[in-house]
């Protein structure tokens, strides 16, 4: 989708509904105040819900409390990160688990903010800033994978041809030996007799056709 059309939906996973009404606030003032891509706020508060909601295949971005009743710490964004590997991840922690969202971010998730310290216009743009990062790698992915089958098909294309030269050198190489040694005869005063000749030109008829069938497959 690009960027600046209709809203994309982030997808934002806290428990606790006062920091939830909060980044909701911001958000909405943020993005009145800025052009741009804009975003669509679901909320959940739990991680179960949260994956059926990312199993419908439309987020476009996550927003992580890493801390909610039935998931806790590393785990919680191990499991969002298996349910949806593609969707860029931004960790919302507390001042005391700073550290575990700063691991987060080396094992994948585009960025951490901490709750109560952050304002509506950064965490606009860091949802700006994920979102643009991770569908430039999703793009340089699929960049890469046309390359890769291109380049094997390319190989492919290239074993096929030398067979095939291979299986046709040898019949032309038969063909043009007997033809060779026709023309030979004939220089040196020597031709040969009407059924050596017929012998030889139907070797070179039988060869030619079987020429003819290897390129016709």
Request: hydrophobic share 45%; proline share 5%.
């Amino acid at each position: 989708m690009p960027l600046g059309s209709m809203p994309l939906k982030a997808l934002l996973i806290e428990d606790n509904p006062a920091d939830a009404d909060l980044i909701h606030e911001a958000l909405d003032e943020a993005m009145a105040a800025l052009e741009g891509t804009r975003f669509e706020v679901l909320h959940v508060r739990r991680l179960a819900e949260a994956e059926a909601l990312l199993a419908g295949g439309d987020i476009a971005v996550v927003l992580l409390d890493l801390s909610l009743p039935d998931s806790q710490g590393l785990d919680t964004f191990a499991r969002i990160r298996e349910r949806a590997p593609d969707i860029p991840i931004v960790v919302l922690s507390g001042l005391q688990d700073e550290m575990m969202a700063v691991r987060a971010v080396r094992e994948g998730a585009q960025d951490y903010l901490v709750k109560g310290q952050v304002d509506g216009l950064v965490l606009l743009r860091s949802l700006r800033y994920a979102f643009a990062r991770a569908h430039a790698e999703t793009e340089r992915v699929r960049l890469l994978r046309q390359r890769t089958e291109a380049e094997a098909a390319l190989r492919a294309r290239d074993e096929v041809l030398a067979t095939i030269s291979h299986d046709l050198k040898n019949p032309l190489a038969s063909i043009k030996a007997s033809a060779q040694l026709l023309q030979r005869r004939m220089t040196n005063g020597q031709p040969p007799d009407p059924a050596q000749l017929t012998e030889r030109l139907g070797f070179i008829a039988r060869t030619a056709t079987q020429m003819a069938r290897l390129l016709d497959d």
